[in-house]
């Protein structure tokens, strides 16, 4: 990345209510609220000096344990100046996001996706359903505070052609819960 194209991204977050940039290890990262997102990516995808034309992923983390539990990231990709940004948004568990179908069609998928893996909500999406887990699934999986062994097992069985759920018998030597600890 040309050393004027990082002088302009750090121009911009002056000008744009962001809270944070960051230059790492040929990687630019800017940090905002998830009420300006929109306007950022606005002004990023319709600015003759940036071109992000592309959004090439979004991707979620749980940090469990801290104020904000949910950390978004965008990254954008600039197929003029051939340039990449990520930006980030840290989210509580509680708080919603808007939804960038409008301005960015192929955020639809991931939305989806993170919607139904960790349970963050994107207002203003038009078909927000779950995309990777069965439609009667209780809880999102990616959640680090989700139960990784249960009672019940669901599976699809071949004989009725649908999924089912069963009780799950273990003997009581491979049960070890520890209450204590949120994993």
């Known amino acids: 990345m040309s050393s004027s194209n990082v ?10 209510p962001s809270i944070m940039f960051q230059h790492i290890r040929k990687q630019n990262i800017l940090i905002c609220t998830a009420n300006h997102l929109v306007f950022i990516l ?6 003759i000096t940036f071109q992000y034309s592309l959004l090439s992923s979004i991707s979620g983390v749980d940090l469990i344990g801290y104020t904000y539990r949910f950390c978004l990231s965008y990254d954008l990709l600039s197929l003029v100046f051939n340039n990449r940004l990520r930006i980030k948004v840290f989210l509580n568990e509680f708080s919603s996001i808007c939804s960038l179908c409008s301005l960015f ?5 991931w939305e989806r996706e993170i919607w139904d893996l960790y349970g963050i909500y994107f207002e203003n999406h038009l078909d927000l359903r779950r995309i990777l887990t069965d439609y009667g699934f209780e809880g999102h999986p990616l959640k680090k505070d989700f139960p990784l062994s249960g ?3 669901v599976r699809y069985n071949e ?3 649908r999924v089912i759920t069963e009780s799950l018998e273990l003997t ?9 600890s949120p994993w």
């Open 151 to 153: 009672y019940v097992e």
């Open 105 to 109: 069609i192929n955020a639809n998928w």
């Open 42 to 47: 606005k002004l990023l995808k319709s600015h």
């Open 7 to 16: 002088k302009s991204l750090t121009s911009v977050s002056s000008v744009v």
């Open 172 to 180: 009581q030597e491979f049960r070890y819960f520890l209450f204590r």
């Open 159 to 161: 004989d009725k052609k």
